[in-house]
């Protein structure tokens, strides 16, 4: 569960999650039955999807129904509440939220709050995975996703959502004891960001409703608000006239209709609803200002050029949406040209990008943002106001234009590709961010349609007109945020924008298309060995120059193809006089382009394609992945492939690694993820391999260091091409080989590379702590137990991932609801894949510092004893229902084939017999094999008790 804030883009405002409707003060008015807005399809010209049942009860409930088949036999329920922390009075700021985890502890048919989790659970509905809740500004949002269409578990969650909506009980006692747990999760949800968010609302709209109602709340209400004001927040808001109910899955609409009138029909509203709330003032006729926000923590100095004005409230329209097109585009164009000159010599900038936004129907508006190179945000002042007056005075180029089309318009026609498999809890949450967003659920035949007659006859000059008229306003703000900050620096951040607006700017000159260079590897290869696997559908090749292939075809992502070509060793053979080289490698591979193409040649080249290529570096391998469609298949595997033979190492991406690492350290040292970093670090025995280096030796690094490392793995060493998808067989195989097949030969055998990786894991039991640098009263509690790693027992692996979540519970009903001291306790098995004798069992919370020893002992303590005394068969029942539930469904991934089947399949063959023997090995297991586990590792003479806190 969790509350809905704001993002920011460069510490400055971009979006928000969710959007709300509400009437202008002059124009509130107060109904019986508070009247819903029509559907935007029901007065707009753009028509819902036939997909789509639309439906109202007479007391003003809304539902909507969509039969979709993917996942099979699953159904997503989304029960949505038009109030957020908008509609909170001045003593209720925190209770939207509050509410949200208050009707899971104590309703009308589940009065023990202790139950209700536990029944889910014995269903086979996790907590967290399948039943969820956010609350945002305008809106609250609860979430089951049901694992089964058997009647215990759709009676059991229409009751839940039945509850949530009219039967909370909220009594005093469930309300006190859940302050801390909201305390805490508003504690580890703070940070230096946030804090500076909350300046920049307040700076930018001091009388606004929004500046003052942050979703999460504030301290004096959650340590104090008396159950009256939940109450009167919960009878005022949950009614019917502001739900809307959604029903996504395989299911009979008719069957859930019915379910819906004998659910709902009975909740009633109140006599005299309460008002809309009044957002405020919305500020105007601040002309031009410059304001700086800094703290010591910051990580990067961000400039940011924002626009803020009233919007004009309108509902979806294809003349809406062709309105928006210009301006869109637009934005995109500057976003690219910020993320090129990034890339220039001596830039100052490492990123920029351009936008717009909606807010509530109700406030407009637009950012320009670029992120400043270490030290010179001086400098990056220039290249913010000269791009946004280049795109002002001169427009964009055709080429430029052409590029965002060509994406803009493969995006549609992917997503009605697309359509038929797409997810029902993902359709279902398209419904959920449709109702505030005043958004047609047309089909993407129609969006494309739309986009199409738009596109069709827009121009770039269209598009600058649209970007003149929307800049077109004295009252922008100038924002800088950064570190440091003297008496002077507003002075000089205003005096620099104001001196760069003397130097004339030019026009941006078309580029030059070129053709993409690599088409020909070669005479093609052929297939020497084939085999098939019948029972898995699975094909494997070796081709004649010892590439190995793996390939499955499936239906469940319609025209998606994903691929992995895994070869060398990866981390076990990065030079260990070299810590942290792996992440200059990292960014040498993905941003060095090829060496014919820089990166903004290949975006050019393959824009309105859907192919792409990203490395990663594994433990035991290098990774070289893509996503493809059936078309453009060939044209992926030429792209992998140039890869392979011809990386570019250009000095652009080495520019763009060295400008980024004096942020990404400062971060380290001001975050917790800074003190994980090192605790890894000790974990690991402190190999070099797993070491962040000192900034001056990491800035020392160059492109010669990485080919040193890589160029033999890359060209000579085992390589296995897994591909899953939905691919035509007969043409992959023409199409590999063409490309990979015309390689040239590569090793016979993969490297065993246990040697390299023979680290041991540390002594048992101690305790540790590491530190981060920061204000922020933020801290972890961790107990790691030693364990294992999967080396050849999957099974065992697996029983320690259901012995986790016997303990993850464990935790949730000691830490969390019993003692109220931490907002998310979890617990999850972490087991080498590369190490075998390296794992270990993770007990993990956030807290406050001072809490940390009592957690650690509480855990400690929970883990002995069920060392000492078991597990029983209801918690087994409870953290196996969910896995079992889930086997199912994970098999209708690609991402499960792709990643844990077939990648290595051929160099280790046991995955082959893992996946054929998963779903009766979880199906098998004991709770006599979960205590045995238990009384094994979960002593306290196994455990390390760590503390991750600042100093």
Not at 529 to 548: F, G, H, K, P
Not at 786 to 803: C, F, H, P, W
Request: charged share 25%; with cysteine.
């Amino acid at each position: 569960m969790k509350s809905i804030l704001p993002s920011f883009s460069a510490l400055c405002l971009t979006t928000i999650l969710s959007f709300s409707s509400s009437l202008p003060a002059d124009e509130k008015k107060e109904f019986a039955t508070a009247p819903r807005a029509a559907w935007p399809h029901e007065t707009g010209d753009i028509p819902a999807s036939d997909r789509f049942t639309f439906g109202a009860l007479e007391n003003g409930m809304r539902y909507v129904i969509v039969k979709n088949a993917e996942p099979p036999k699953r159904v997503s329920l989304r029960m949505h509440i038009d109030a957020g922390s908008l509609y909170e009075a001045d003593d209720q700021r925190g209770v939207a939220h509050f509410l949200e985890h208050m009707v899971f502890n104590g309703s009308r048919n589940f009065p023990d709050p202790k139950q209700l989790i536990p029944q889910m659970e014995r269903l086979g509905i996790a907590f967290g995975a399948h039943a969820n809740a956010y609350t945002s500004f305008d809106e609250t949002v609860y979430m089951l996703d049901l694992p089964n269409l058997a009647e215990p578990t759709l009676k059991l969650a229409f009751t839940v959502m039945q509850d949530f909506a009219d039967g909370a009980l909220l009594k005093s006692e469930e309300i006190d004891k859940e302050r801390g747990v909201i305390l805490s999760e508003k504690n580890s949800r703070d940070s230096i960001q946030t804090r500076l968010m909350e300046q920049q609302f307040e700076f930018l709209m001091p009388n606004s409703l929004i500046t003052n109602r942050f979703p999460i709340g504030i301290e004096e209400v959650i340590k104090n608000a008396v159950r009256e004001r939940f109450v009167a927040f919960y009878d005022y808001y949950y009614v019917p006239s502001k739900m809307t109910f959604v029903v996504v899955g395989d299911i009979e609409i008719t069957e859930m209709e019915k379910r819906i009138k004998e659910t709902f029909a009975g909740l009633k509203n109140p006599e005299k609803p309460a008002p809309e709330p009044d957002l405020g003032e919305i500020p105007s006729g601040t002309g031009f200002r410059a304001v700086v926000f800094s703290d010591p923590e910051v990580p990067s100095d961000d400039l940011s050029l924002l626009k803020i004005e009233a919007a004009e409230p309108k509902s979806d329209s294809i003349a809406v949406r062709l309105e928006k097109q210009p301006l869109a585009i637009a934005h995109a164009m500057l976003s690219r040209r910020f993320s090129i000159l990034a890339k220039e010599e001596n830039s100052p900038i490492q990123n920029g990008s351009a936008s717009r936004g909606i807010w509530f129907q109700t406030l407009d508006f637009g950012s320009i943002d670029v992120t400043a190179a270490e030290n010179r945000w001086e400098d990056a002042v220039s290249i913010l106001e000269q791009e946004f007056r280049r795109a002002l005075e001169h427009g964009f180029t055709k080429s430029e234009f052409e590029e965002v089309k060509a994406n803009l318009l493969n995006a549609y026609e992917q997503a009605v590709e697309r359509e038929a498999t797409k997810q029902s809890s993902a359709l279902a949450m398209e419904v959920i961010s449709s109702i505030n967003d005043l958004k047609s659920l047309s089909s993407p035949e129609v969006d494309l349609r739309i986009a199409k007659s738009g596109l069709l006859t827009l121009t770039p000059e269209a598009c600058h007109e649209a970007f003149k008229q929307f800049w077109d306003t004295p009252d922008l703000t100038l924002i800088l945020t950064t570190a440091k900050e003297s008496d002077e620096t507003k002075a000089k951040l205003l005096g620099l924008y104001e001196q760069s607006q003397n130097e004339k700017v030019e026009p941006k000159a078309e580029e030059e298309m070129v053709a993409f260079a690599y088409t020909n590897f070669g005479e093609p290869g052929t297939v020497v060995s084939e085999s098939r696997i019948e029972d898995l559908d699975v094909t494997q090749l070796v081709l004649s120059n010892m590439v190995r292939v793996n390939f499955k075809r499936t239906e469940f992502q319609k025209n998606s193809i994903s691929l992995v070509a895994r070869f060398g060793g990866g981390k076990a053979t990065m030079p260990k006089d070299k810590p942290g080289l792996d992440q200059l490698a990292g960014a040498l591979l993905n941003a060095g382009g090829l060496g014919e193409h820089s990166e903004d040649d290949l975006q050019r080249i393959l824009a309105g394609r859907n192919v792409g290529a990203g490395f990663g570096i594994d433990e035991t391998a290098f990774a070289l992945s893509g996503r493809a469609t059936p078309e453009d298949l060939e044209l992926q595997l030429q792209l992998m492939c140039a890869y392979l033979t011809d990386l570019g190492y250009r000095e652009e991406a080495l520019r763009q690694f060295r400008k980024a690492l004096p942020d990404m350290y400062d971060q380290l040292r001001h975050d917790m993820g800074g003190a994980q970093a090192k605790m890894s670090q000790w974990l690991h025995g402190d190999d070099p391999r797993y070491v962040i280096p000192p900034l001056e030796k990491a800035l020392s690094y160059t492109e010669e260091d990485v080919k040193s490392w890589i160029t033999t793995q890359l060209k000579e060493d085992y390589l296995e091409l897994s591909i899953v998808g939905d691919f035509d067989p007969a043409s992959l195989r023409e199409s590999l080989l063409k490309t990979f097949g015309a390689l040239p030969k590569r090793a016979e055998q993969a490297k065993d590379y246990s040697t390299e990786m023979n680290i041991a894991f540390p002594n048992t039991p101690q305790e540790k702590a590491f530190t981060y640098e920061s204000q922020i009263p933020k801290a972890a509690a961790m107990l790691l137990w030693k364990t294992q790693g999967v080396g050849d027992d999957i099974s065992t692996a697996r029983r320690l991932n259901i012995l986790a979540d016997i303990l993850g519970n464990r935790m949730r009903e000691k830490i969390r609801e019993e003692l109220g001291a931490t907002y998310s306790p979890s617990s999850q098995s972490q087991p080498s894949d590369s190490m075998p004798d390296f794992g270990f069992l993770l007990g993990y919370s956030i807290a406050k510092p001072e809490d940390l020893k009592t957690i650690n002992t509480i855990t400690l303590d929970l883990g002995a004893e069920l060392a000492e005394k078991g597990a029983t068969e209801d918690e087994l029942e409870r953290a196996l229902n969910p896995v079992l539930s889930q086997l199912e469904e994970v098999e209708r991934d690609n991402g499960y084939w792709l990643g844990t089947v077939l990648s290595r399949s051929q160099a280790e063959p046991k995955r082959i017999d893992w996946a054929r023997g998963r779903n009766k090995d979880y199906g098998d297991i004991t709770l006599e094999e979960i205590n045995a586990l238990a009384d094994k590792f979960l002593t306290k003479d196994r455990a390390i008790q760590i503390e991750l806190k600042p100093e």
